[in-house]
């Protein structure tokens, strides 16, 4: 009895670094990606005050370069594997306090991390973060009363660098922010 207990644990932990291992391979490398000193990202994002703060803290980035994802990327593989990524780590399930906004937010930014140092053999990090915002009305979706925290992306498309890109991860898919809510910034952190 205790053998088979013993081998089936050992077969589902197999199946389960198999799924993980598969879903990273499924999204791909981003490995074709631009670099950008934390010098030009304060520039970009130096509009993105926070609020009710005078500038001793502002916005907090914690390395000095950053890989620009693709945003083709973003839009495709990357939630597809953040997806199973979710599912493989009983995270696809919304629990107030316990894995809400905030938790998805840094979720996203975990997984990205282990493909990131998987694939980009590059000393930078990639550019994601959180972003705490007001939302101007509530979301039935996502349960914001007040602040709610999604991942904010600097990106470069097929023409451009530096596409600013947000990204709820607990409704898993790219919005778009007014310009009340971009200046409702409580926390940027890259």
Same mark, same amino acid.
């Given at each position: 009895?205790?053998? *088979?207990?013993?081998? $089936?644990?050992?077969?589902? $932990? ?18 074709? =990606?631009?670099?950008?000193? @934390? ?14 703060? *005078? +500038? /001793? &803290? ?10 620009? /994802? %693709?945003?083709?990327? $973003? ?9 199973? &990524?979710? #599912?493989?780590?009983?995270?696809? #399930?919304?629990?107030? %306090?316990?894995?809400?906004? !905030? !938790? &998805?937010?840094? *979720? ?19 550019? @994601?973060?959180?972003?705490? &915002?007001? /939302?101007?009305?509530?979301? =039935?979706?996502?349960? =914001?009363? *007040? ?7 600097? =990106? ?6 530096? @596409?600013?890109?947000?990204? !709820? ?7 778009? $922010?007014? !310009? +009340? ?7 940027? #952190?890259?």
């Amino acid at each position: 009895m205790k053998k *088979s207990i013993y081998l $089936l644990t050992v077969l589902i $932990l197999a199946f389960s670094w198999y799924q993980i291992r598969h879903s990273f391979n499924q999204a791909d490398n981003i490995t074709n =990606a631009s670099i950008i000193h @934390v010098n030009s990202l304060h520039e970009m994002f130096k509009g993105f005050k926070l609020l009710g703060q *005078s +500038k /001793p &803290y502002g916005n907090i980035y914690g390395d000095q370069l950053y890989v620009l /994802p %693709e945003e083709q990327w $973003l839009r495709t593989k990357f939630i597809e594997g953040f997806r199973r &990524y979710k #599912k493989l780590n009983g995270l696809d #399930k919304y629990s107030s %306090e316990r894995n809400d906004c !905030d !938790d &998805y937010a840094r *979720s996203t930014i975990q997984y990205l991390n282990l493909i990131h140092n998987k694939t980009f053999k590059v000393n930078a990090a990639i550019c @994601v973060g959180e972003f705490w &915002y007001i /939302p101007e009305r509530n979301n =039935a979706k996502t349960q =914001a009363l *007040s602040g709610h925290c999604i991942n904010i992306f600097l =990106a470069r498309s097929s023409t451009t660098e530096g @596409v600013v890109l947000f990204f !709820d991860a607990q409704l898993e898919e790219f919005i778009e $922010l007014t !310009d +009340k809510e971009i200046l409702s910034c409580i926390v940027l #952190k890259i």
